[in-house]
């Protein structure tokens, strides 16, 4: 009878701050680092994820995963993976660390990363990749995972029952059609603040070169500077081409309004984080403001509760779900239903460390197990980082190739670790004497 002995969790920094990879209107100086976490069982099997933080808040979060060791440790491993969703019930349900959120900040993303790690370790049990351990599920063993209660003024267990029954015929269609064509993908690569024109023009021809059919530029810190490189984008991609804007949450309202509006010439797809993640009825002003310019928001919201009201608000077009921000991947189906709901297309936030690797898992059990569509659905993708993985994301022709190894694509090499472990691993050491 294995029992769960150890969760350890690493501090792993990447010091991205020196080449401005990552760098936006709010945050202009991020190391991309990963708070790691390696669930370990008494039989030597092991379960992996992390949460992606920008330097120093893995100090915090990785004392907040630590504080969920006593819902683990000595337990039967057969029976926490019988039921996963108790397990993951039981730790939002921790009166005393509820408190911190409830359902938010810092703890909610621990509790999301040991949810992560337990799905990790039943998927090398049972040898497939998340996306199709999810997608082989049926429809009461999904919904099983998730939890109603905020909802169901919004979204009823039965009303999610029939939105993945409804899916069900056609499975194995679409997943014929994942490994053959992969799943659509855009890019944030040639978009960062700190880059000079001349690189910005050349990372915008090799996208379309690689084969993406949408790109997304970060604005928001000096408007006459968006609007050139803005124009820079729009005069190489030609018209048409969907070009993605990303304000970070730096504006108010008014502003917004004001920073869109001048932008609206070079025809923006949508405008990401145009403000705060928590005020939703901005958002919903934004939006009724700006149309038909559409507004996405998510990487930065809390639980399956804001994003219940961000669709009940009619204060979004694109939901972006986050690996790592919720509490792990019940929540993320929570949300992935209430989208299917309200019929919101869903483009996953990604970038970062691990984040490619691991959203792509959700998006694509949304596709083959919940909506059943690819309309209007990308992954954002930027090439960084991706070499630390055991399995780093495949894309052909702009499209993301679905995961064949076990598990849920947080993986990390070992040489990685030891090298970016923070403050003592050889990088570091050679960048703080």
Same mark, same amino acid.
């Given at each position: 009878?294995?029992?769960?002995?150890?969760?350890?969790?690493?501090?792993?920094?990447?010091?991205?701050?020196?080449?401005?990879?990552?760098?936006?209107?709010?945050? &202009?100086?991020?190391?991309?680092?990963?708070?790691?976490?390696?669930?370990?069982?008494?039989?030597?099997?092991?379960?992996?994820?992390?949460?992606? +933080?920008?330097?120093?808040?893995?100090?915090?979060?990785? +004392?907040?995963?630590?504080?969920?060791? =006593?819902?683990?440790?000595?337990?039967?491993?057969?029976?926490?993976?019988?039921?996963?969703?108790?397990?993951?019930?039981?730790?939002?349900?921790?009166?005393?660390?509820?408190?911190? %959120?409830?359902? &938010?900040?810092?703890?909610?993303?621990?509790?999301?990363?040991?949810?992560?790690?337990?799905?990790?370790?039943?998927?090398?049990?049972? %040898? &497939?990749?998340?996306?199709?351990? @999810?997608?082989?599920?049926?429809?009461?063993?999904?919904?099983?995972?998730?939890?109603?209660?905020?909802?169901?003024?919004?979204?009823?267990?039965?009303?999610?029952?029939?939105? @993945?029954?409804r899916a069900v015929p056609g499975r194995q269609e679409r997943i014929a059609e994942l490994e053959a064509q992969g799943f659509p993908?855009?890019?944030? +690569?040639?978009?960062?603040?700190?880059?000079?024109?001349?690189?910005?023009?050349?990372?915008?021809?090799?996208?379309?070169?690689?084969?993406?059919?949408?790109?997304?530029?970060?604005?928001?810190?000096?408007?006459?500077?968006?609007?050139?490189?803005?124009?820079?984008?729009?005069?190489?991609?030609?018209?048409?081409?969907?070009?993605?804007?990303?304000?970070?949450?730096?504006?108010?309202?008014?502003?917004?309004?004001?920073?869109?509006?001048?932008?609206?010439?070079?025809?923006?797809?949508?405008?990401?984080?145009?403000?705060?993640?928590?005020?939703?009825?901005?958002?919903?002003?934004?939006?009724?403001?700006?149309?038909?310019?559409?507004?996405?928001?998510?990487?930065?919201?809390?639980?399956?509760?804001?994003?219940?009201?961000?669709?009940?608000?009619?204060?979004?077009?694109?939901?972006?779900?986050?690996?790592?921000?919720?509490?792990?991947?019940?929540?993320?189906?929570?949300?992935?239903?209430?989208?299917?709901?309200?019929?919101?297309?869903?483009?996953?936030?990604?970038?970062?460390?691990?984040?490619?690797?691991?959203?792509?898992?959700?998006?694509?059990?949304?596709?083959?197990?919940?909506?059943?569509?690819?309309?209007?659905?990308?992954?954002?993708?930027?090439? =960084?980082?991706?070499?630390?993985?055991?399995?780093?994301?495949?894309?052909?022709?702009?499209?993301?190739?679905?995961?064949?190894?076990?598990?849920?694509?947080?993986?990390?090499?070992?040489?990685?670790?030891?090298?970016?472990?923070?403050?003592?691993?050889?990088?570091? &050491?050679?960048?703080?004497?």
């Amino acid at each position: 009878m294995p029992t769960f002995t150890t969760l350890d969790v690493t501090d792993v920094r990447f010091p991205t701050s020196t080449s401005l990879a990552g760098s936006d209107a709010m945050n &202009k100086d991020p190391d991309y680092s990963a708070a790691y976490l390696e669930v370990r069982t008494s039989d030597g099997e092991s379960g992996v994820s992390l949460v992606f +933080t920008i330097g120093r808040g893995n100090d915090v979060q990785a +004392t907040a995963i630590r504080a969920l060791s =006593h819902h683990l440790l000595g337990r039967d491993v057969d029976d926490v993976l019988e039921d996963l969703g108790a397990a993951g019930a039981a730790m939002t349900a921790d009166s005393q660390l509820r408190w911190l %959120g409830p359902e &938010k900040g810092v703890m909610q993303m621990a509790i999301g990363a040991v949810v992560n790690a337990l799905w990790d370790l039943r998927c090398e049990r049972e %040898g &497939k990749p998340l996306w199709r351990l @999810l997608a082989d599920l049926s429809p009461r063993e999904l919904v099983g995972l998730v939890d109603f209660r905020y909802l169901e003024d919004a979204l009823t267990r039965e009303e999610a029952l029939e939105i @993945l029954e409804r899916a069900v015929p056609g499975r194995q269609e679409r997943i014929a059609e994942l490994e053959a064509q992969g799943f659509p993908a855009y890019t944030t +690569t040639p978009g960062w603040l700190g880059y000079d024109d001349q690189k910005l023009e050349r990372l915008l021809r090799e996208a379309v070169d690689g084969g993406f059919e949408m790109v997304k530029l970060k604005v928001g810190a000096d408007l006459e500077d968006d609007i050139r490189r803005f124009s820079i984008a729009r005069e190489v991609l030609g018209e048409g081409f969907p070009i993605a804007a990303d304000a970070n949450q730096r504006w108010g309202v008014d502003e917004a309004e004001h920073w869109m509006n001048a932008l609206r010439p070079q025809d923006p797809y949508w405008i990401e984080e145009p403000t705060s993640p928590d005020d939703i009825l901005a958002h919903a002003e934004i939006r009724r403001r700006i149309a038909p310019i559409r507004v996405a928001t998510g990487e930065h919201v809390h639980n399956r509760v804001m994003f219940k009201q961000l669709l009940q608000a009619g204060a979004v077009d694109i939901v972006q779900i986050d690996a790592t921000r919720v509490g792990g991947v019940h929540e993320n189906l929570a949300i992935l239903l209430l989208a299917a709901k309200f019929g919101v297309p869903v483009c996953p936030h990604a970038g970062g460390v691990g984040l490619c690797e691991m959203v792509q898992h959700l998006s694509m059990v949304d596709f083959v197990a919940i909506s059943g569509s690819l309309e209007d659905r990308r992954i954002e993708h930027v090439d =960084h980082l991706h070499e630390h993985f055991v399995e780093p994301v495949r894309l052909e022709r702009g499209r993301y190739l679905p995961p064949e190894k076990p598990g849920i694509g947080a993986r990390m090499h070992a040489g990685s670790i030891a090298d970016h472990r923070f403050p003592d691993g050889p990088v570091w &050491k050679e960048l703080v004497p």
